[in-house]
């Protein structure tokens, strides 16, 4: 059975509600959160890693499963309110972004499905 691809790779673009919000919570330079701040999206580069096989899809799919990551670590530092203090909370000690947060993980795992079942990958693990 050949897998017939209906999402080219580097196709999906990234909301602006969303990458506004990778600005502020954005860590170091190997955080995903600041490729998506810094270049609007989230995009494969120049160098693929070896875990991906030689697959760009593969290597797509891979680096969306990192933005998942850096986004749940987001939140719960968020749910911590380790930023309310700056930008007023919500009075539960929640960071004012957290819900913005929970939506972008809830967007970024439907991105994943989709790509994970598009590519025919499941069971893939990155």
């Known amino acids: 059975m050949t897998n017939m691809r209906t999402?080219?790779?580097n196709s999906i673009m990234i909301p602006g509600r969303f990458v506004a919000l990778c600005e502020g919570w954005a860590g170091d330079c190997n955080c995903m959160l600041r490729?998506?701040?810094s270049t609007g999206n989230l995009t494969t580069g120049t160098?693929?890693?070896t875990r991906c096989e030689g697959s760009d899809e593969k290597w797509y799919l891979s680096i969306w499963c990192a933005?998942?990551?850096d986004v749940f670590y987001a939140i719960k530092c968020a749910r911590k309110g380790l930023n309310a203090p700056d930008d007023g909370g919500d009075g539960d000690g929640h960071d004012?972004?957290?819900p913005a947060l929970v939506r972008f993980?809830?967007?970024v795992d439907r991105v994943i499905a989709?790509?994970?079942?598009?590519?025919?990958?499941d069971g893939w693990v990155p």
């Not at 989709?114 to 990958?121: G, S």
């Open 35 to 37: 490729a998506v701040s």
């Open 7 to 9: 999402i080219p790779v």
């Open 47 to 49: 160098h693929r890693p």
């Open 114 to 121: 989709e790509l994970t079942e598009d590519y025919d990958l």
């Open 105 to 107: 993980e809830a967007w």
């Open 96 to 98: 004012a972004d957290y």
């Open 67 to 69: 933005l998942s990551d």
